[in-house]
Each structure stands twice: as C-alpha cells, then as structure tokens.
C-alpha cells in the first residue's frame, strides 16, 4: 500500500519534564511514545506521528494544533501520567497526585484541534480520563481511597499482568463490536478512573468488582467519533485469554477512514455560486 493511502493517526506525546538531576538531557524536557501503542496502530497498516507540543509563539511559519489537525486522519491519546485535578475543580488529596497540569493543557488543545476539523478521537487509560474531564467530567483521584473495597486497579509489581474481568453494557456499540459477549478480561493499570461520567459521553463497560467505567463513547452520533477505552489493548497479547482488541482498533479506523472521504469529497465540491 502506498504511503498516500495509509491513514495517518497523531499520537500524542508523553512528557518528562526538565529534570537537573537526569543524567541525560539534564534540564531538557522529553516528548516521547511508548512504542506498543504505535505498534499497535500500525499493525492495521496506518502511519503513526507523535503530534509535539508546539511552542506557542505567534511567530510567521509556526506549527499549530491545527495544522496537525488538518494534516492528520486522527488522534489517538495514550496512557502516562495523572490527570491534575484542578482540571475539574477539586485540589489533589495528595502531592503525590497532581498530575501533569502541562500535558493536560497540550491534550485538551489536540482534541478541540481535531474536534473542529471533524477528525475522530481515541483515548487510552489516561486519554479516557482526559477526555471525560475536558467534556465536563470528573475523576476519582485514587480509586483505593475513594472506593471503598474495589479492585486493585494498579500493581507496580504485576503491571500489565494485573486482570480483571469487565461487563459490557447491552445495546451499546462496543457490545455490537462484540455480539454475543457479556464479560471480557482486560488488564488494569491504573489508580485514577471517572468519577461523575460527562454528559456528553455514554459508559459502555464497567469492572465487575467495583462498577468503575472501563469503556466510553460519545452519545450524539452526529458529532465527531469520540471513543476510549480505561484499560490498554496494546499490551494485550494474541492467543491470550484477555478480549481481543482488533474489533476497537477496526471500528476507530474505520471512522477515521469515512471522516477522510468526506473531508476530500468537501475540499473538492465547487463552490457555491454567489
């Protein structure tokens, strides 16, 4: 396939901080991906670019979010670092958990970029919990402390070995990308989740211990594809007992893949006559 055909999905950059204590790089900060995700978008063939946080000046010839915005077929938002909590509304309950309140501007100035193109979006653990906070959600700043007896959702030790066993919601999208399947097995790696939903976001899978949201979409299908998922199915491995996760990736693309036939097809109408 050549290039000019393959989609090209953004991923958004992860970033670690100027830090005088690294021992490289001192003092610089670091965009990066972590390189599963980007595999696994690129297993269905697409291109993959990590969209850098552009620097902000107003300057002739300065890249924009909005140029990445136009120029790519979609976004996909990956794991890392908390969510602020002054993101909505609330004080962290400990320093520990103020999260990264630079990457949060960064990722919520990609989505409106992508959002006002049409361009669809999808969230990955954090990208879930960004996501329903810049729609007007809010978050449990850790899931042990705030829900009493649930599931461990984060093991340092076990990591991306640490299941649990999700319910999929009937009627849902996800459960037709699914039929006939009620509960799945999926990884957690997490401590923060969604507290109070968004309103413009459906839940289409909860944990089965603990009823935390493990899956979302966006409720007004007239609006641009908005999905996201809080467990990571990049690390997911084929032949496993855990869902398989190439129904997800597919249903994204393929939204990503109509949103760029009617893009093309608008760039080349004619213009209305006055």
């Known amino acids: 396939m050549p290039s000019t055909s393959r989609l090209?999905?953004?991923?958004s950059a992860c970033f670690s901080h100027a830090d005088p204590t690294r021992s490289f790089f001192s003092g610089k900060t670091l965009q990066y991906v972590e390189q599963s995700i980007a595999h696994w978008l690129m297993s269905s063939g697409s291109m993959v670019v990590m969209v850098p946080c552009p620097t902000g000046s107003t300057q002739r010839g300065d890249v924009t979010y909005a140029h990445y915005a136009h120029w790519l077929d979609g976004l996909v938002l990956h794991g890392g670092a908390d969510v602020w909590p002054g993101s909505y509304g609330e004080a962290p309950l400990e320093e520990k958990w103020s999260g990264d309140r630079v990457r949060d501007a960064y990722d919520k100035a990609l989505v409106a970029a992508f959002e006002a193109?049409?361009?669809?979006?999808f969230g990955v653990c954090r990208g879930l919990q960004l996501l329903n906070v810049a729609y007007g959600g809010t978050l449990y700043q850790d899931i042990t402390t705030q829900v009493p007896d649930s599931f461990i959702h984060r093991d340092a030790d076990t990591y991306d070995l640490n299941f649990h066993s999700v319910d999929i919601v009937p009627g849902t999208r996800l459960s037709a990308l699914y039929p006939g399947v009620e509960r799945v097995r999926v990884n957690s790696i997490h401590h923060q989740?969604?507290?109070d939903l968004s309103p413009e976001f459906e839940a289409e899978a909860y944990s089965v211990?603990?009823?935390?949201?493990?899956?979302?979409?966006?409720?007004?299908?007239a609006k641009s594809y908005i999905a996201a998922l809080q467990w990571h199915p990049e690390f997911h491995k084929a032949g496993s007992d855990t869902i398989d996760d190439g129904a997800v990736l597919k249903d994204f693309l393929t939204a990503v893949a109509a949103a760029k036939t009617l893009n093309t097809r608008q760039l080349h109408e004619p213009a209305p006559r006055p």
Request: aromatic share 0%.
């Open 193 to 195: 989740a969604i507290k």
């Open 209 to 221: 211990t603990d009823g935390i949201v493990e899956a979302i979409r966006r409720k007004d299908p």
């Open 8 to 11: 090209k999905i953004g991923l």
């Open 117 to 121: 193109v049409g361009k669809p979006v």
